[in-house]
């Protein structure tokens, strides 16, 4: 069983970065697909992007490129997401998913959401 | 890109069958997915691959997928499967894989 354990919330000014971190357990960490996924308050989902350890590149989302990067840490287990320029609509609950399915991505494992909240 | 389109509602008495449904073009050649996201927690995944269900999800969800509908079915219903639900896809079609999720559903058990 795959448990994911995410940093605590954040308080950001506009203009700034968060970085968000997501601890992995049980399963094989590089084989993980990684995913990122946020929910503005009173939201639905929203897809970030992915990055797999094993082959290291990461995909991102087209309304994120640019914004977003994603790294993976093989020897903690942990991958993180930095989003910078932060502005009031990046409020939101951050969420690290997995899955090992490579060819249909679906979540089968999420972490416990990390709040990210923009204000000046 | 590709759209999910989810009823905003649905509601239903307890012990009765629920329907939420999921329209996408041509999603029954894609494998559905959907989840549960209940207030305050994580979402959970429910079905994978149009009607699979993962250990622990009892057998009163299940779910179809056939031309540009798919459909998650709950049997039953009880106060507790009041949540938001969610179906989601992976759109590997064009030059920018994504995983696209439909607006979600509220289901509300009277």
């Known amino acids: 069983q795959v448990q994911l354990v995410q940093s605590g919330a954040e308080v950001k000014k506009p203009g700034s970065s968060v970085r968000v971190s997501c601890k992995a357990s049980g399963g094989t960490f590089s084989n993980y697909v990684i995913n990122w996924v946020r929910q503005a308050p009173g939201q639905g989902l929203e897809w970030m992007g992915r990055?797999?350890?094993?082959?290291?590149?990461?995909n991102y989302a087209q309304t994120f490129e640019g914004r977003v990067t994603f790294t993976a840490d093989e020897s903690t287990s942990t991958a993180y997401m930095a989003l910078s320029s932060l502005r009031s609509e990046d409020t939101a609950v951050y969420f690290c998913a997995t899955t090992y399915d490579y060819s249909n991505i679906h979540l089968d494992y999420w972490g416990q959401g990390t709040l990210v909240t923009v204000s000046s | 890109s590709y759209v999910l389109t989810q009823p905003p509602s649905v509601s239903v008495a307890p012990g009765k069958t629920a329907r939420i449904t999921c329209g996408g073009n041509n999603i029954g050649s894609k494998g559905a997915h959907w989840y549960q996201q209940k207030p305050g927690q994580a979402p959970v995944l429910l079905i994978y691959?149009?009607?699979d269900r993962p250990s622990g999800i009892p057998e009163r969800f299940s779910g179809s997928n056939s031309g540009n509908t798919a459909t998650l079915t709950i049997s039953r219903v009880e106060a507790g499967d009041e949540a938001d639900y969610y179906c989601q896809v992976w759109d590997s079609s064009g030059d920018h894989p994504d995983v696209v999720f439909g607006g979600g559903t509220k289901l509300t058990v009277l």
């Open positions: 990055i797999i350890p094993l082959f290291g590149a990461p």
């Open positions: 691959y149009d009607s």
